[in-house]
């Protein structure tokens, strides 16, 4: 019985895992590719509303930002 167990319970995890794994729907964009649409909270910060050119919003997208560069920096914590 225990042998049983054990062995549904991997099958169970490894079934699991493929599901999450096959299940991510968004991939990163391409080198060269463009940024995909998200929005972002708007700072509660004045200054920091100012100074993103974001003030009197909830939310705001990147190319809402008043500036000619913005650089993102993206990182995996994991």
């Known amino acids: 019985m225990g ?3 054990k062995t549904i319970a991997i099958l169970m995890g490894v079934l ?5 794994i096959s299940d991510a729907s968004s991939q ?3 080198v060269g590719g ?6 972002l909270a708007v700072p509660k910060n004045d ?3 100012s100074y993103l050119g974001v003030a009197g919003k909830e939310a705001f997208s990147i190319p809402e930002i008043k500036a000619d560069v ?9």
């Open 16 to 20: 699991l895992i493929h599901i999450g």
């Open 47 to 49: 200054d920091h509303q």
């Open 70 to 78: 913005v650089i993102i920096q993206i990182f995996s914590m994991y």
């Open 34 to 39: 463009e940024l995909p649409d998200f929005s």
């Open 28 to 30: 990163p964009p391409a």
């Open 3 to 5: 042998k049983i167990f």
